[in-house]
């Protein structure tokens, strides 16, 4: 006996988020897009909610995903984009001129950074482990959501 399954064609994501208002939202299910600082970057690409939903992700070149913005509203439920933890490193730099130096390094060499409080976030990757052990910095390794303050670009 065979089987016949039915699928719906995914939702097409065109825009990087929703223009609307949080009482607008009420009474309908909330699902999230759950992705890493670098997921977000990734305008076209098929992902799937929290709750199972196929999406496709089809943002204009060079725009991207901020944690917070809802992308798309249906009649019973929307989808909000968060921030998935991932590994960092952290640096907590003693001065201005130390917070500015990492910075510098690690943007130079086309790394992401965030700040977060007294904190510096950086991507937990071999290069930038590398770079903070010779420049002498302390770090902490953690996993937290990663929220670059800038696109940065990888030469990979």
């Given at each position: 006996m065979a089987l016949l399954v039915l699928r719906m064609n995914p939702i097409v994501i065109t825009k990087s988020h929703v223009h609307v208002h949080e009482d607008e939202l009420a009474g309908r299910e909330a699902d999230a897009l759950?992705?890493?600082?670098?997921?977000?970057?990734?305008?076209?690409?098929?992902?799937?909610?929290?709750?199972?939903?196929?999406?496709?992700?089809a943002l204009p070149t060079g725009s991207g995903l901020t944690p917070g913005d809802v992308i798309h509203v249906d009649a019973d439920w929307y989808v909000?984009?968060?921030?998935?933890?991932?590994?960092?490193?952290?640096?907590?730099?003693?001065?201005?001129?130390?917070?500015?130096?990492v910075a510098f390094e690690v943007g130079n060499r086309h790394f992401t950074l965030a700040v977060d409080g007294d904190r510096l976030l950086i991507p937990d990757d071999p290069a930038m482990v590398q770079l903070l052990d010779r420049l002498g910095f302390a770090y902490e390794r953690v996993e937290?959501?990663?929220?670059?303050?800038?696109?940065?670009?990888?030469?990979?």
């Open positions: 759950v992705l890493t600082g670098e997921e977000r970057r990734w305008g076209r690409r098929r992902v799937t909610t929290r709750a199972g939903r196929a999406l496709h992700l909000r984009v968060e921030a998935a933890p991932e590994p960092v490193l952290v640096v907590r730099p003693a001065s201005c001129a130390e917070a500015v130096r937290t959501a990663f929220v670059p303050i800038g696109a940065g670009h990888r030469h990979e």
